[in-house]
Structures are given as structure tokens and as C-alpha cells.
């Protein structure tokens, strides 16, 4: 069977949908399900591709999509071998990396072992040979994006951190935390759904998304480097300037991409910074940090409502607020009202 899905450019539909995620609310994933090559290979907008089915049978295969701003994140799995001829148009970037392993596949001939993922820029056509019921998540990310990134964040130019060759070498952890991030966020909805399960997410929530994605796709390619180490005292500075922004700006969560440029520190230094002096991740200390301030209010004399409070301190989702809330403090945020009310 031969499958040709070689548009140059999307229809207006594709091109509304590539960008804004126009089949269901953004933030969402989406799932089709194909009975042909040539169908699955259409399913995934924003690439030239052939597919050829090498095996007999009924062809079966699926797409779960999560669409987002800067960048397309998804799980494809099929049912037969199959080889394909593919091309991501324009500029960006695709990060693919198989989850199962039964039987390598191939990027340019070229086995895509264990603990490795594959990686090629637009505008350039590789082949994969892909085994018999596989499955693999992609990433699609946007050039201007990777490069701002890169710039503002991880504080170095593109080129420095992303290989040019097909097949990246990446350690297991750091793999496994992507594999899980995107198993997080596709098979299962993630803890967005927790936010809000029949809405969209809020511009912030699909910000952390992306934010979260890139920095777990630079640290797949970044191998076993370090940041450098900084003095004691600057190291001490750096959290407590991250903590002054923070409460500075109590009235929306603030990200670590933000504090990275707001700073002019890179993100693994951030994270250094913060495991050296407190032990744990930012976001971590960060979203405590809130949530302290959201609890000293609440049992304030003065607190007006659960819902004003956690506006005030960034906390846009009640319910997720009372869910974190109890978590942290043992007890909901309306028991801690009430309990200041009776003083």
C-alpha cells in the first residue's frame, strides 16, 4: 500500500487548527483514528510524508495531538511496518522519540537505539522504517521559538545546545522525565484536566506547557554538562531576587523562563541556585512560596473571600488552589477562613 500526503501548504482548516488547536478547546488533546497509511499520514498536519505499508493486513493506526501555540506535541502509534518518507515543512524543528521498543526503528537507516531519540530541522526529508505495533511521541516546535530559548533561558545560541546529527545520544533520566512529561499531558490528560476538564486553558496554563516541554527537550539534548558553579553569595542572591520578583508579581504565577530573563541567568543555573540554597526545584519553592501567602491571609482577620484570596496570590483555579492548599497545610482554605473568622 502506498500512502502520498504531500501538500505543500494546509488548508485554511489545517492552518487554523496547526495554530490554535481549532478541533477542540486549546490545550486539549485530540484523538483521531485512521484505517489506512494514507489516512494516518494526513492525520498530522504540517508535513510532507509517504507512507508505505510493508506487511499484510488492515492497517490501524491513531493520533493523539495536543495542540498549542508555538508548538505540536503528540503520540502516533500504527499497526503494521511501515516505511516512511517524511518532511516537516517550513522552520522548526522535530524531536521524535519511540516508546516502544519491540524491534528498532530506523531513521536513515540508522537504529534508533535505547536511551536515544531522533532529531531533524524542516525543510529536510529523512526516511523511518518503523517496526510492527509502534508507538512514538513528536515534537514540533517552531525555529524562532527554540532559538529564543535558547537565547533567553538557557543562556546560549541554538547551535551550542542542538546536535545536527539524526540520532541524539540522551541519558535515561532525562528521557525518561520527557517520556513522561508528554505521557503526561497526551494519554492521560495531565493535570490540566484537573484545572479545568470542559474548558480551555488559560494563555498561562499553555505557556507552562510549552515552557515545561522545551526545557525538558533541552535537557534530552544536553547531555551530562553542568552549570557552572557560582559563589556562595551570588547563589544566595539569585533566590532571594527570584523570591522578591515573585512576590512583587503575587498576582499572576510567574514561570522560570521569566525569572531566567528578568535575572540574566540561564535555567540550569536557576536550578542550581535553588537546590544548593533550599534543597529543591524552583517551581517547587516558587508555588510554595504563594501558597504561604495565600495561607497567611486566609487566617488574616481580614481575608475576605477563598476566591479573592487565591486571585490575589495567582491561583486562577479553585478548585486545583483548594486541592494544593490541603496538600501543603493539612486542611482546606475554607477551613482556615472560617477558623480566622471564629478569633
Known sequence: MNAIAERTEPTAEETQRNARGATAPAGRPVVSVAHDADEQARNLVGWRQTYDQLAAGRFVGTLTELPLDTMKVFRETTSHTLRQACEVRGDAYWFGIP?????????????????????RPGNVE??????????????????????????????????????CAPIVQAGAASLQRLCALLARRLDDGGEAHAHAPNGPLSDFERNEVQAEVLAALFDVCAGSGEAAAEPA?????????????????????????????????SRRTLQYCFQDVLGMAPATYLRALRLNGA?????????????DVAAAWGFWHLSQFATDYRRMFGMRPSEALRGAEGL
Do not use: N, W
Open 99 to 119: 516508546v516502544a521498543r519491540e524491534g528498532h526503528a530506523r531513521i536513515d537507516a540508522q537504529p534508533i537505539a535505547a536511551d536515544s531519540f531522533a532529531l
Open 126 to 163: 529523512f526516511e523511518l522504517l518503523t517496526p510492527a505495533q509502534f508507538s512514538i511521541y513528536g515534537v514540533v516546535v517552531r525555529g524562532d521559538v527554540l532559538r529564543h530559548y535558547a537565547a533567553s533561558v538557557e543562556g546560549m545560541p541554538l547551535e551550542a545546545r542542538l546536535p
Open 233 to 265: 553569595s551570588r547563589r544566595r542572591r539569585i533566590v532571594a531576587q527570584a523570591r522578591d520578583y515573585v512576590l512583587a508579581h503575587r498576582a499572576r504565577p510567574v514561570g522560570v523562563p521569566e525569572l531566567c530573563e528578568q535575572l540574566h541567568v
Open 295 to 307: 495561607r497567611r491571609d486566609l487566617c488574616g482577620r481580614a481575608a475576605g473571600s477563598v476566591q
